[in-house]
């Protein structure tokens, strides 16, 4: 039975604000909500171009119980379908592999071409014959997923209700237009991933803020302290962090990764991570950057898929590595913290915290975002599609 | 080996390439039409999976023959 919790104290101002009800982190039929209301309807990230990176390349991904896969067209377009073939209903792609010439389903080999066409149906008007006056191809399209690519990721809008992504995303975009130059994934040494028993909210209020570094991240601290730090804030968008002490990484040699072009002074020592809800978690530095997908496997395990991303293409291996070594370590960091709000949870009388006005505004931001897609969603009186029973 | 037994090979190995060509050699063994076709489908189906460049060969003969759009 669907639970309707009480946000009316989350979306008041941060001084007097409870945070979200304990039920958005321990609740099966809150998670669903959630899934719905603030994942589904919203643009959500799912994974990244350079998983795929040549023309065939696919690779099949569970988002929240619904079976996707990306792929790059043989136009070299990243596409997102629902990993259903349109006649039995067989998964399509089970593991990621190069489509080399068409998608055959393993069932009854029906064929999609990678832009998700229907372009063979064999045997389907008896032996031998591929056609039949009652399957028109023209309608048994593969279905495909709204998606958008910026910064390399994939933003997904399931139900296709969202405002484009260049609207719905546009303070963040212009905030880091500076930025928005080609990436270079670092491949192997430029990425990771990490298993956490904790809701997904519980990651993206962990990165909001700088307030826990002093405890959680004593090596960071020690030249980023925290009074080096600044509060971004946009409700109804984004939230994060600013540091304004980044410092390069140099190895053996004194060598350093190349800078983005053209950056303004402020990038000289500046470093900002952002929270772009729903689910990803971006950082951006003069040499760097990287973009973490969170991608929820129930309400309290969440997968965090990192990747970091170069001016350059061809970097230096060592030094990849040991970029790759240490934002893993911080990231690794914090685990504890996110499985530790989990478990706290399931303590029936928090009734969901109190903010610091000072420090917390951040995460604030977010969960009075949660809060308003999830009002919004209740006010239309959406349907919730149970996909996980 | 016969070609029966060259097709089931060449199934369990899933070399997809030899399909194509060994579903076509069936084809061509074959008497009746509807025969022809069902072993021409077989190949035709490998042939689009793999990007087979005799794709559009068998393709234009299944439609001249009214079995495919």
């Known amino acids: 039975m669907q639970k309707e919790t009480n946000l009316e104290l989350v979306r008041q101002h941060v001084s007097v604000a409870n945070g979200l009800p304990n039920e958005h982190y321990i609740d099966q039929s809150v998670f669903d909500e959630e899934r719905n209301s603030v994942l589904f309807n919203q643009w959500a990230g799912l994974d990244v171009c350079s998983e795929v990176p040549e023309i065939g390349d696919s690779k099949p991904i569970n988002f929240m119980g619904l079976p996707l896969f990306i792929i790059r067209d043989n136009k070299n377009i990243v596409r997102v379908f629902q990993n259903t073939c349109r006649h039995r209903g067989m998964i399509l792609v089970e593991k990621t592999k190069k489509i080399q010439g068409a998608i055959r389903c393993p069932y009854h080999s029906w064929c999609y071409s990678t832009e998700g ?74 990425k990771f991933s990490l298993k956490v028993k904790g809701n997904w909210k519980l990651a993206v209020e962990n990165y909001c803020e700088s307030y826990h570094l002093p405890w959680v991240h004593p090596g960071l601290n020690s030249y980023s302290r925290l009074e080096d730090h600044y509060h971004i804030v946009k409700y109804g968008s984004h939230s994060g962090q600013g540091s304004l002490v980044y410092r390069q990484l140099t ?30 978690l971006l950082g951006a530095h003069r040499d760097h950057a990287y973009a973490i997908i969170l991608l929820p496997l129930s309400y309290s395990e969440t997968i965090e898929n990192i990747h970091i991303y170069y001016s350059q293409p061809n970097t230096s291996s060592s030094l990849k590595k040991k970029n790759k070594d240490q934002w893993k370590e911080i990231f690794e960091e914090d685990i504890f913290v996110v ?51 | ?55 559009p060969i068998l393709h234009k003969k299944l439609v001249k023959d009214g079995v495919e759009e």
């Open chain 1, 251 to 280: 190895d053996d040699k004194g060598q350093k990764f190349p800078d983005f072009k053209n950056l303004s002074k402020k990038w000289s020592t500046g470093a900002e991570y952002i929270a772009l809800y729903p689910n990803v």
């Open chain 1, 117 to 190: 066409k229907l372009i063979s149906t064999p045997h389907v008007g008896g032996p031998g014959q591929n056609t039949d006056e009652n399957i028109d191809r023209t309608k048994l399209s593969l279905v495909e997923i709204r998606s958008h690519v910026w910064r390399d990721v994939i933003w997904v809008n399931i139900d296709g209700t969202a405002e484009p992504f260049e609207e719905v995303m546009a303070s963040t975009i212009d905030r880091w237009k500076e930025l928005d130059q080609k990436l270079y994934h670092g491949g192997e040494d430029g």
């Open chain 1, 339 to 389: 499985e530790g709000m989990q478990a706290g949870r399931l303590g029936v009388k928090f009734d969901g915290g109190r903010f610091s006005p000072k420090m917390d505004e951040p995460t604030h931001c977010f969960h009075d975002w949660v809060a308003s897609k999830v009002n919004d969603f209740r006010n239309n009186n959406h349907q919730i599609t149970n996909v996980t029973e």
């Open chain 2, 1 to 55: 080996m016969s070609l029966n037994n060259k097709i089931l090979k060449a199934h369990h190995n899933k070399n997809l390439s030899l399909l194509v060509e060994l579903y076509q050699e069936a084809a061509d063994k074959v008497s009746t039409r509807q025969e022809q076709n069902f072993f021409r489908v077989q190949a035709y189906v490998y042939a689009l999976e793999v990007g087979h460049h005799l794709t």
